[in-house]
């Protein structure tokens, strides 16, 4: 089992920054690839970003390229995403996820884990 912790969510103006970060514990060889998720109200979650945990690789949304890094330090399991020149599109609850067998990084179905979600919200 993996479990997942949030934090950093918070409200800023539109053109703002916020970081996230995510903390894994329980057993890290059942993920190879962690992500952030989000989910606006009324809307599917969707895949924001994504990372190996075992090699080089990261992955954006088109959306978010460009704005948002993904990064990991495996020292401590936790994952991070820096979130510049916010929009209020980008308003959500973002939840962090790791999966084990992962083959479409930004598909949520892909994932086995789970983390209770952090809100963010962008004022314009």
């Known amino acids: 089992q993996v479990q997942l912790m949030e934090s950093g969510g918070g409200s800023v103006q539109a053109g703002g920054s916020l970081r996230l970060s995510c903390v894994a514990s329980?057993?890290?060889?059942?993920?190879?690839?962690m992500a952030w998720f989000r989910q606006a109200p009324g809307k599917e979650r969707e895949g924001v970003a994504a990372?190996?945990?075992?090699?080089?690789?990261?992955y954006y949304a088109d959306s978010v390229k460009g704005r948002f890094t993904i990064s990991l330090d495996n020292a401590k399991n936790t994952v991070s995403l820096q979130m510049n020149n916010m929009k209020p599109e980008d308003t959500a609850m973002y939840y962090c996820?790791?999966?084990?067998?992962?083959?479409?990084?930004?598909?949520?179905?892909?994932?086995?884990?789970w983390g209770q979600g952090t809100q963010v919200t962008i004022s314009s």
């Open positions: 329980g057993n890290a060889r059942r993920k190879t690839t």
């Open positions: 996820a790791a999966g084990l067998y992962v083959a479409d990084r930004l598909r949520p179905g892909e994932y086995n884990y």
């Open positions: 990372i190996y945990t075992d090699r080089d690789g990261t």
